[in-house]
């Protein structure tokens, strides 16, 4: 599209000395532009020309809905995602809870069909329907057999505009989400993650907890469900996806028919888009400590890390990846050789204000210190010198490889494109990601790990059996267990 076109055209023709009519410029341009058109009758509409994903189409309706259709007929079945910004990102303190509510109460039935009957309509069609959310987004996933489309469409459509919220059905879920917040406080991994969440993203959204404060829970009221829905839920800020066994102009007529009178309220805007300001590092090394009455430790050292759209986050997950695996520095050195840890692995989470950056590790009570000295002498190796040629494209390879698996199926793929349009990634991001990861080097490395892994600014946790500085209540701050940096070159 930016260098094939006529204006940038030049030919070279070897013709008869005596040719009737002359070939010249003219005739040139005549003939380039037949062309042309030729070419966009074949080419449809809307079709993304450098989409990493083959055959996706873009198209913008008049009411803001961004649909994104990708044509593969390979498996007879077709996988919608649609996605609105919100989540976790959204929330507050007075309202931490309530994108996980809706995920559970959006498919719960619509205003012409109770759950019962929502349900068994699903499975006669052989699909799944359900909500989700997550930190920057929530919305409504479904997969059907190809057959089943249009009902399934329509479906979708009567969910997202016209859900039931129903007080009953909010009942029913309001205890079993009270429960998942009562079984993270028995997993003392999720508390620990909770915990250093909440302290490194201290001011941010990010540092609420995904699953919601129990008071929030256990007191939102449907009507506050539903407004807060319908603030988010606007055709203006939705990114509807299909992919599977469908033609992308069928699917655009579908869905103008079905959403194109879905109207934003002319007086609104939707929600408006506060700056949230990212998390700043720690001024000095943090470090929290949480009894519990059980024969184990749970260890988180981590940092404030990249955004998504940073371009230090390729050599951080190439960082990650050297790190993690039952092949990374952190199972070879803390388990096999050290007989320290029973879990253990790195992390790096991407957002769109800030990340994270960190190593987690589950022990027993009698090696905690040693396990604390391990990490940090692994974390000031990579900090101290660049990692071998060897491991550097064994990570790259497993980093790629691992990215193109994972969009082997018409569900995956939905979903990707639909968080790459809300994010504004691009659908080449793909292609980009696989070359920016391939061009990583050791150095770059190296340079991500002195840059964002300082200790001067750690938060660490610690839960379970630990012991407490004297004087020190349970669950407070105590003294920073970092070592001192060393002086780097």
Known sequence: RKYFTPANLTAGVLVPAVMAPAFDAAALEELAAKAEAAARERVPSGLVGDSYLPDLYRFRLANGVTLLVREDPSVPTVAIRAVFPGGLRAETDKTNGVFAFLAELLPKGTKDLSSRQMALKVADMAGELAGFNGKNTFGLKADFLARFFEPGLELVRDVLLSPALDENEAEKIRPELLDQLRYQED????????????????????????????????????AELRRIYEEHARPDRLVLAVVGDVKAAAVREQVERLFGDWRAPAEEK????????????????????????????????????????????????????????????????????????????????????????????????????????????????????????????????????????????????????????????????????????????????????????????????????????????????????????????
């Open 187 to 222: 997993s003392l991994p999720a508390v620990a993650f909770r915990e250093f969440n909440r302290i490194l993203f201290a001011g941010h959204p990010y540092g609420l907890n995904s699953l919601g404060r129990p008071e929030v829970v256990r007191e939102l009221p449907v």
């Open 270 to 489: 939707g929600p408006v888009a506060e700056e949230i300001l990212p998390p700043t590092p720690p001024a000095t090394p943090k470090e929290y400590r949480l009894g519990r009455d059980k024969e184990q430790v749970h260890i988180i050292i981590g940092f404030l890390g990249a955004s998504l759209t940073d371009a230090d986050r390729y050599p951080l997950e190439v960082l990650d990846t050297i790190l993690s695996g039952q092949s990374g520095r952190l199972f070879v050195e803390l388990r096999d050789r050290q007989s320290l840890a029973y879990s253990l692995s790195s992390f790096s989470q991407f957002g769109i204000d800030t990340g994270a950056f960190g190593v987690y590790i589950g022990t027993s009570p009698e090696k905690r210190d040693q396990a604390i000295a391990a990490l940090w002498e692994q974390i000031e190796r990579v900090r101290r010198e660049p990692v071998a040629v060897a491991e550097l494209e064994r990570a790259k390879n497993i980093l790629i490889t691992n990215y193109e698996l994972g969009l082997q199926t018409h569900s995956a793929q939905a979903l990707e494109m639909a968080l790459n349009e809300t994010y504004d990634l691009g659908q080449d991001f793909g292609r980009r990601y696989s070359e920016a990861i391939g061009a990583v080097t050791a150095e770059d490395v190296l340079a991500v790990a002195r840059k964002y892994l300082q200790p001067e600014h750690a938060v660490s946790v610690l839960v379970g059996a630990v012991a407490l500085e004297p004087g020190t209540p349970q669950g407070a701050t105590a003294a920073p267990g970092p070592p001192a940096p060393e002086k780097q070159p």
